[in-house]
C-alpha cells in the first residue's frame, strides 16, 4: 500500500475517533488496540449517517446529500485498515470482533445503493471525460482563434 493511501486511511479513521470521542486527535496519534476494540458498528453507524445525511440519527424517509455509497465503502475500508480484529465477523452478543462486518454497516450501505439507483442519493461528483461532440466543438475553436490570431499578427507586421 503507497504511503499516501495509509495517510488518507489515517485521516479517515482521525475524522472517526474524533468524531466519536468529541476531541480532536492530531494527524500523528497512534491509537491502541484496545481503544480500536472499543468501536462498535452502531458507533461508525453513526458516524457514517453525519457523513451521508448531516445528522447521526436521520429521519426515516431522509434522502442522502452528503456522501454516496462510494464514498461510506471507501470509509468502511480505511477504518478496516486499522482493526485489530479484521477478519473475524462482528459478534453482537459478545460485542467485539470487525465492527465493519456488522449487518448494521452493511444494511446502511444497501440502503444508500438503492436510494441512489432511484435518484434520491447524493449526485455523483465523479469527473468524466469529454464526449467526442464536446472535443470537435472544443477543437473548432481552438482553429478559430487561432486564425484570428494568425491574422491580426500579419495586421502587425
Same mark, same amino acid.
Given at each position: 500500500?503507497?504511503?499516501?493511501?495509509?495517510?488518507?486511511? *489515517?485521516?479517515? +479513521?482521525?475524522? =472517526?475517533?474524533?468524531?466519536?470521542?468529541?476531541?480532536?486527535?492530531?494527524? /500523528?496519534?497512534?491509537?491502541?488496540? #484496545?481503544? =480500536?476494540?472499543? =468501536?462498535?458498528?452502531?458507533? @461508525?453507524?453513526? !458516524?457514517?449517517?453525519? %457523513?451521508?445525511?448531516?445528522?447521526?440519527?436521520?429521519?426515516? /424517509? #431522509?434522502?442522502?446529500?452528503?456522501?454516496? #455509497?462510494?464514498?461510506?465503502?471507501?470509509? %468502511? *475500508?480505511?477504518?478496516?485498515?486499522?482493526?485489530? /480484529? *479484521?477478519?473475524?465477523? !462482528?459478534?453482537?452478543?459478545?460485542?467485539?470482533?470487525?465492527?465493519?462486518?456488522?449487518?448494521?454497516?452493511? /444494511?446502511? @450501505?444497501?440502503?444508500? *445503493?438503492? %436510494?441512489?439507483?432511484?435518484?434520491?442519493?447524493?449526485?455523483?461528483?465523479?469527473?468524466? #471525460?469529454?464526449?467526442?461532440?464536446?472535443? %470537435?466543438?472544443?477543437?473548432?475553436?481552438?482553429?478559430?482563434?487561432?486564425?484570428?490570431? +494568425?491574422?491580426?499578427?500579419?495586421?502587425?507586421?
Amino acid at each position: 500500500m503507497s504511503r499516501s493511501s495509509r495517510n488518507d486511511y *489515517k485521516r479517515t +479513521l482521525i475524522h =472517526l475517533m474524533n468524531y466519536t470521542h468529541n476531541t480532536e486527535y492530531s494527524r /500523528d496519534h497512534v491509537f491502541s488496540n #484496545a481503544e =480500536l476494540r472499543q =468501536l462498535t458498528p452502531f458507533m @461508525i453507524l453513526r !458516524w457514517f449517517n453525519v %457523513k451521508a445525511y448531516g445528522t447521526p440519527v436521520p429521519p426515516h /424517509d #431522509a434522502n442522502p446529500i452528503y456522501a454516496r #455509497a462510494s464514498s461510506i465503502e471507501y470509509y %468502511k *475500508k480505511a477504518i478496516l485498515f486499522f482493526i485489530p /480484529d *479484521k477478519h473475524s465477523a !462482528w459478534n453482537s452478543a459478545q460485542n467485539e470482533g470487525n465492527p465493519t462486518r456488522s449487518p448494521l454497516i452493511h /444494511d446502511f @450501505i444497501r440502503i444508500l *445503493k438503492r %436510494k441512489e439507483v432511484r435518484g434520491h442519493g447524493a449526485e455523483s461528483r465523479t469527473a468524466r #471525460a469529454i464526449t467526442e461532440f464536446e472535443y %470537435k466543438n472544443t477543437m473548432g475553436i481552438f482553429a478559430i482563434l487561432t486564425t484570428i490570431v +494568425l491574422f491580426l499578427m500579419e495586421l502587425q507586421v
